[in-house]
């Protein structure tokens, strides 16, 4: 049966699309029939980070107002055959998203997916709460620091009230994404330590991934991290969290300082001093 | 090894540079004109429909915006060659062609 994923977080800028990308892409890379589909109608960005922005022509609004069909929509990876993308509306606004449009779509894209991995936008606002109506679970997307973890609280409390599953009065299972998980400064001891940011939240933890520049190279080339250099530190943590979404009980290993070279350490220094 | 890394993490930028260049001129093109996807796949439907009766679940459109040229694929499934041709009689060439 298709599993319905929301990936969300109330904060801005804290991984969302990165991470929808590489979970989707690496549900994939394990076989899974999956699509990717971006909620954040008027500020896209999930096209770009498939690297699959030249190949838009119609978007998640169109296919609400029936102006396209579902089919005319979606946009198959080039890398991933079993990877598609339904791109979110780049001119219009999240009003132009009606519930039972996305409904129709929801439904329709159960049929054709195994897993559905909606990229909501930031904020708590309608666009996110039509992002995670439909959801059979959520990936809470948090930075190992207070505002986010703050946020993600008041996710976490909207994911228990305004969805579907919530409504029927159904358990909304829900998993802990810390990314951007900056190793240094952890070392040094000004983030929020895992554990803490468990307790307050008290979610399982899905995985953590490491703050790293394999991100940024990945998002430039327009690959998905997994894609991009599957060895990586990230790719390996987004691809045993992708196997934890799928039920597999793999142990949480706390990701590993990066082994710097010559340059790498000289900079550092640089940056600290 | 570790040079030679360095080296190619910094080919990511000039790609990344280039992609947005391509989006942005499009995108920057589309905004107060008029969606000229639409409009094309509108008309070129409403030529075909004269001739063939067209599912309009069965077509698909492909874009690649690039630079200089962009590309448009615009896939029509035509029921049967047969009974198109049957139908479209009075327009033996276009029944031929497809
Ligand atoms: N693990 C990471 N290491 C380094 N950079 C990262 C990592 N994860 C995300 N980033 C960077 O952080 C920025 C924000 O990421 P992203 O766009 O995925 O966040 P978001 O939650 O979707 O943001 P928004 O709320 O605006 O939609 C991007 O520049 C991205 O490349
Ligand atoms: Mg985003």
């Given amino acids: 049966m298709a599993q319905v994923v929301v990936v969300t977080s109330g904060k801005g800028g804290v991984g969302k699309t990165t991470s929808t990308a590489a979970l989707g892409a690496a549900l994939a890379q394990g076989g899974e029939n999956v699509v990717v ?3 954040d ?54 009003d132009a998203l009606t519930p039972e449009g996305v409904e129709r779509i929801v439904s329709e894209l159960r049929e054709k997916f195994d897993w559905i991995l909606c990229d909501s936008p930031a904020g708590i606002e309608r666009g996110a709460t039509m992002a ?12 190992a620091e207070v505002s986010s973890v703050r946020d993600s609280d008041r996710i976490i409390g909207l994911l228990d009230s305004k969805t579907l599953r919530a ?19 952890a070392a040094r001891g000004e983030m929020l330590k895992v554990e803490d940011v468990l307790e307050i939240l008290s979610i399982p933890l899905l995985g953590i991934i490491p703050e790293s520049q394999d991100v940024l190279r990945a998002s430039n080339l327009g690959a998905p991290v997994t894609l991009a250099s599957p060895a990586s530190a990230p790719a390996r943590a987004y691809a045993e969290a992708a196997k934890r979404l799928k039920g597999e009980q793999i142990q949480v290993t706390m990701p590993a300082a990066e082994p710097r070279g010559l340059f790498g350490k000289l900079f550092g220094r640089r940056a600290v001093a | 090894m570790n040079l030679l890394a360095l080296f190619r993490k910094r080919d990511s930028a000039p790609v990344a540079r280039e992609r947005l260049q391509v989006l942005l001129a ?13 409009i094309l796949q509108e008309e070129i439907l409403a030529v075909i429909a004269k001739h063939i009766a ?3 679940d ?41």
């Fill in chain 1, 37 to 39: 589909v971006d909620f």
């Fill in chain 1, 41 to 94: 109608v008027g500020l896209r960005n999930l096209d770009l980070v498939m690297g699959a922005e030249r190949r838009v022509v119609f978007d998640l609004v169109n296919v609400v107002q029936g102006d396209a069909k579902l089919a005319q929509a979606l946009i198959r990876d080039k890398r991933l055959e079993n990877l598609s993308l339904l791109p979110a509306s780049q001119t219009r606004d999240k």
């Fill in chain 1, 132 to 143: 995670m109506r439909h959801a059979d679970m959520a990936v809470v997307v948090t930075n």
């Fill in chain 1, 167 to 185: 409504e029927q009065g159904l358990r909304m299972p829900k998993h802990l994404l810390l990314t951007r998980y900056d190793l240094a400064r």
């Fill in chain 2, 26 to 38: 499009h995108e920057r093109a589309v905004v107060g004109g008029s969606d000229l996807i639409a």
């Fill in chain 2, 54 to 56: 067209v599912d309009r």
């Fill in chain 2, 58 to 98: 069965k077509v698909q459109i492909k874009l690649d915006r690039g630079d200089p040229v962009s590309t448009l694929e615009i896939d029509v499934e035509v029921p049967s060659l047969v009974r198109a041709a049957s139908t479209a009689r009075r327009v033996p060439e276009a029944a031929a062609r497809r």
